[in-house]
């Protein structure tokens, strides 16, 4: 069965300081990860992708995230936060293998604090 | 062009009542979703269809009844609204069985019952 398990719900940073938001992920397959963004009272947002191309994914608005097989983990980075940061982050996976579930994370909820 | 696009955006109404939602995809996938997030933000499968087809209904209410004309369209309709049921309600369609299977998200429906 999939599980994603984000392992910080709140995370506060400085503005220009590094960003980083935790994500152990459980799949009996190979798994798609993605990371969305959730604004307030806004919809998901796609920010980047892992589908079992390059480990290093890359994404939007300067964030990137790291696939790890052996830790079973895909954390996500960003080198300088900034204000418009402040938000929601989910951790997801899917499988394939037949379910046809995208499994949600509980969020991490990022604060930049000027 | 918006891809997922659900109505209403948000809806206010009274226990008891019976309310839809609509929503619908432009970008030519086959599997759509409804998703509840509840007021810790924390996302939820409810249902999906492959193809007009049934494949995933977890654990919901029978007052929730989705419905798919076709692969373009998935409906919700919920009877006998209760104030458990206020929430966020994403619609979400993807090709499933596809590299990079990202799933895409309406903008969300908020849902209040009083």
């Known amino acids: 069965a999939q599980s994603v398990t984000q392992l910080d719900s709140h995370v506060s940073v400085s503005e220009g300081t590094p960003v980083l938001l935790r994500c152990n992920y459980s799949?009996?397959?190979?798994?798609?990860l993605f990371w969305y963004v959730q604004h307030p009272n806004k919809g998901l947002q796609l920010l980047l992708k892992?589908?079992?191309?390059?480990?290093l994914v890359k994404g939007i608005n300067g964030f990137e995230a790291e696939f790890k097989k052996s830790e079973t983990s895909f954390h996500l980075t960003k080198p300088s936060a900034h204000m418009s940061d402040a938000a929601e982050y989910f951790c997801v996976v899917s499988d394939q293998s037949g379910t046809y579930k995208y499994i949600f994370g509980t969020g991490t909820r990022l604060k930049v604090l000027a | 062009d918006t891809a997922v696009s659900q109505t209403p955006k948000y809806l206010v109404t009274q226990m008891g009542n019976d309310k839809s939602i609509k929503c619908e995809q432009n970008l030519g996938h086959d599997t759509m979703y409804w998703y509840k997030q509840d007021s810790k933000k924390f996302l939820k499968i409810m249902f999906s269809y492959n193809n007009k087809e049934l494949i995933i209904n977890e654990t919901v209410p029978n007052r929730f009844s989705p419905k798919s004309p076709d692969k373009a369209h998935l409906n919700l309709h919920i009877n006998s609204l209760e104030l458990g049921d206020s929430a966020v309600y994403f619609c979400?369609?993807?090709?499933?069985?596809?590299?990079?299977?990202?799933?895409?998200f309406g903008e969300g429906s908020w849902l209040t019952v009083v």
């Open positions: 892992y589908t079992s191309a390059a480990t």
């Open positions: 799949s009996s397959y190979s798994p798609s």
């Open positions: 979400a369609s993807s090709q499933w069985r596809s590299t990079g299977n990202t799933i895409y």
